[in-house]
């Protein structure tokens, strides 16, 4: 038997990464998409430079993070302020929902305005951040907070000119916060050639993260990029940023991507001669769905039918409008024998309307989302997507689209867009150029011929399913849209129109037309 007191066994090596290395931990902001582009949120314990010009957000984005992390992850923060006074903070929050007295009188956040006149500050001596240790280190443990904001850091220095004082000091300010084992968020304001004023913070700083707004086609737009984030992996690219009543929204969503499941149900099109081009079986659950055409073609007829058929089946459709009211829609609709206003009335139809103008692209992108995601519907609608043209470029548009499509693909939700395109140009080609987006495209025409115009619909292409490879005539009735059987002559080619008329009466009694109907091609 052998003794085995008083041996220590050897401690186990805390588990690592899969490439050996330590993860770094992180605190997570709760602001949605920072957490996403930063793959998980600041570096935890360290000091995070936040700069950019006057009114890009820094102020607010720095505190909606002490904000979400004493509601939402129990870390308490302090908010030191060089410029604004308590009272401004507190009323600039209420404007993003944040109830800022509330929080403090519960001791999960401390405001403390430093009052820094430039005026008054001259350089005599040694600078010494001592006093700030001692003042921020008592509110630290006042409240044992675990978060900080020091806004904004040039009017700390802004008696200096010696480069080596300052750069000493603010490497010294970043160590002192390290030892406190506290989140910091430092802002900066940039300057010519710098991302801040004196083009040190951005050396120290372990995280650094860049906000811009700029006006664009008499259109404001935020902007966010990560410039260096050590130890950690993190997205590159400039992001859009909206700043609402909601608070701070990072697009796009990267981390969405395509980890989305592909259904193999189907949905009806609402059309019973548009199912059958499509196997008698419509759409797959999930898709994106594009429906392009002239002006006049049937597009929002289209629309209209499946929104009818998902109310039908008992599911939620949500209608985005970016030309007409939902009184408007309503009314054109029963025109054709569509009744949308008994779902309205259900509410199992809302129809969201807003001219695009009113908003930018990221504004109406988080819109979006919010609505989907409050009232969870199982179909979209958004007519017409083109419109978005209005205020933003074809590439920022294509990339909101993108974003947009992956988001109700991951919720299992198909979307139908309606893509309006220019008389004159090649009908399978799209204006915004987003059919490569899409699962299935359709594109309606208004063929004129014999002094008259005909509406035709074909199926474009339909991602792993049969489909017809016609083009066929559908015509507007009492009873909605109706597809018009295929009739063609003797030497092969369709008639439409009148001439399908007149080609049917020339037919004899009891003899079907040759060729009636047509074949069925593969995905």
């Known amino acids: 038997m052998f003794m085995t007191a008083g041996v220590r066994r050897p401690k186990r090596a805390p588990k690592r990464a899969g490439n050996g290395r330590r993860p770094l931990a992180k605190a997570p902001t709760g602001i949605p998409g920072l957490d996403e582009i930063t793959n998980g949120g600041l570096p935890r314990g360290r000091p995070t430079l936040v700069c950019g010009g006057a009114g890009c957000g820094k102020t607010l984005l720095a505190m909606e993070f002490l904000v979400r992390g004493a509601l939402e992850f129990n870390e308490p923060g302090v908010f030191m302020s060089f410029e604004e006074t308590s009272d401004d903070l507190v009323e600039n929050a209420r404007s993003l929902g944040f109830d800022l007295q509330r929080l403090a009188s519960r001791r999960r956040l401390l405001l403390d305005h ?105 259109s404001a737009t935020r902007r966010l990029r990560i410039i260096k984030y050590r130890g950690s992996a993190h997205g590159g690219n400039e992001m859009p940023f909206l700043i609402d009543d909601h608070g701070v929204s990072v697009l796009p969503i990267t981390s969405l991507g395509l980890a989305h499941q592909a259904s193999t149900a189907h949905v009806s099109t609402g059309v019973a001669g548009l199912d059958a081009m499509f196997g008698k079986k419509g759409y797959y659950r999930g898709n994106s769905v594009l429906a392009s055409g002239t002006a006049g073609t049937g597009k929002s007829s289209v629309a209209a039918h499946f929104a009818q058929a998902a109310c039908r089946r008992g599911e939620r459709c949500l209608y985005f409008a970016f030309e007409e009211s939902a009184s408007q829609i309503a009314r054109n609709m029963r025109s054709i024998g569509v009744d949308l206003e008994p779902w309205m009335r259900r509410d199992l139809l809302r129809v969201h309307s807003q001219r695009p103008t009113a908003l930018g692209l990221e504004a109406h992108l988080v819109a979006m989302h919010r609505l989907i995601e409050d009232w969870r519907p199982r179909v979209v609608i958004v007519d017409p997507v083109t419109n978005m043209i209005a205020v933003g470029s074809e590439t920022e548009v294509k990339a909101m689209l993108a974003r947009l499509i992956d988001f109700m693909k991951l919720r299992q939700i198909t979307a139908l867009f309606t893509s309006l395109t220019e008389g004159g140009r090649a009908a399978e080609r ?94």
């Not at 443990?141 to 010696?162: M, N, P, Q, W, Y």
């Not at 050396?203 to 860049?210: A, E, G, K, N, Q």
């Open 114 to 218: 430093v009052h820094l006149d430039r005026t008054e500050l001259t350089e005599a001596g040694e600078y010494d951040l001592e006093g700030l240790f001692i003042r921020l280190g008592h509110a630290i443990d006042s409240i044992h907070a675990k978060r900080v904001v020091l806004d904004t850091i040039e009017l700390l220095f802004s008696g200096l000119s010696d480069r080596l004082t300052v750069r000493s000091e603010l490497g010294r300010l970043f160590r002192w916060l390290k030892t406190k084992q506290v989140t910091a968020i430092v802002t900066g304001e940039g300057d010519a050639g710098h991302l801040t004023r004196h083009g040190l913070e951005e050396y120290v700083s372990d995280c650094v993260i860049l906000l811009d707004q700029r006006v664009m086609e008499q």
């Open 430 to 523: 799209t204006d915004l150029g987003v059919s490569s987006l899409m699962d299935v495209w359709m594109v309606l025409g208004n063929l004129e011929a014999n002094g008259e115009r005909n509406r035709t619909i074909q199926i474009v292409k339909a991602r792993g399913m049969a489909h017809s490879n016609q083009v066929r005539e559908f015509v507007m009735t009492n009873d909605g849209i109706k597809l018009v059987d295929v009739s063609r002559r003797i030497d092969g080619s369709v008639a439409i129109g009148s001439a399908r008329g007149a080609q049917q009466r020339e037919t004899p009694a009891g003899k079907a037309s040759p060729r009636r109907g047509g074949r069925r091609k593969g995905a």
